[in-house]
């Protein structure tokens, strides 16, 4: 099973961190620093992937990792998991993301997180590999895209037709002006009491 993905820079700014399994806040950003730390010192001739248990609390955990210009792609699994095989899926998501945004950097996984995050949930979704293909992936992507765009050209339109949310503010005074109320006695009195009603019309 995939514990984490994360993503950092070569400064250890974090670009993109997705956790399979509950720990808090601190724990979290803990496992983001030393994961950085060991990956960071190690020699681009050694192989990709190294022992981590004491991150994550067990004997059988491991990172694989790749470093691609100015960012690292880790993925923390447990014995299950076949380094080779992650190696291969962190390719297949970097060339995914390659291709959905045309030559990908590092200013894509800041400024487009969401569609980041997406294409990241047609890979992987609960820390189980969903899907290897990477046309299928960015056929998806696609889709989900193209659906968005229907959705906010018709939200668009409907927004002019009814004259758009600066329009709602006159629209509400002008319909409380138009209510015919029935016409309110100016004075009520109940025994001793006598209550002057102001004229509501000047309020309006």
């Known amino acids: 099973m995939i514990n984490a993905i994360l993503v950092f820079n070569n400064h250890g700014k974090p670009r993109l961190v997705r956790f399979y399994q509950h720990l ?3 724990v979290q950003q803990q496992i983001i620093r030393e994961t950085f730390h060991l990956v960071l010192k190690r020699d681009d001739h050694i192989c990709n992937f190294l022992e981590c248990g004491s991150l994550f ?9 790749r470093h691609y210009a100015t960012l ?3 993925f923390c699994v447990d014995s299950s998991e076949s380094e080779l095989g ?3 899926l962190i390719q297949v998501f970097v060339e995914t993301l390659d291709k959905c945004f045309e030559n990908v950097c590092e200013l894509d996984l800041i400024f487009h997180m969401d569609k980041v995050h997406h294409i990241l949930q047609e890979v992987v979704i609960g820390g189980m590999v969903l899907e290897t293909n990477m046309n299928e992936i960015v056929a998806q992507v696609e889709a989900q895209s193209k659906l968005e765009k229907v959705e906010g050209l018709v939200v668009t339109g409907r927004s002019r037709r009814q004259g758009g949310l600066s329009a709602a503010p006159s629209r509400a005074v ?3 002006k138009n ?3 029935p016409e309110i006695p100016r004075n009520i ?4 009491i006598n209550i002057k009603v102001p004229n509501l019309s ?3």
């Open 24 to 26: 808090a806040e601190e």
């Open 57 to 65: 609390g067990g004997s059988d955990y491991k990172l694989i990792y």
């Open 72 to 74: 690292y792609f880790v």
């Open 86 to 88: 992650i190696l291969d």
């Open 174 to 176: 002008s319909a409380v």
């Open 179 to 181: 209510i015919n109320l």
């Open 189 to 192: 009195n109940i025994g001793d």
């Open 202 to 204: 000047q309020f309006m």
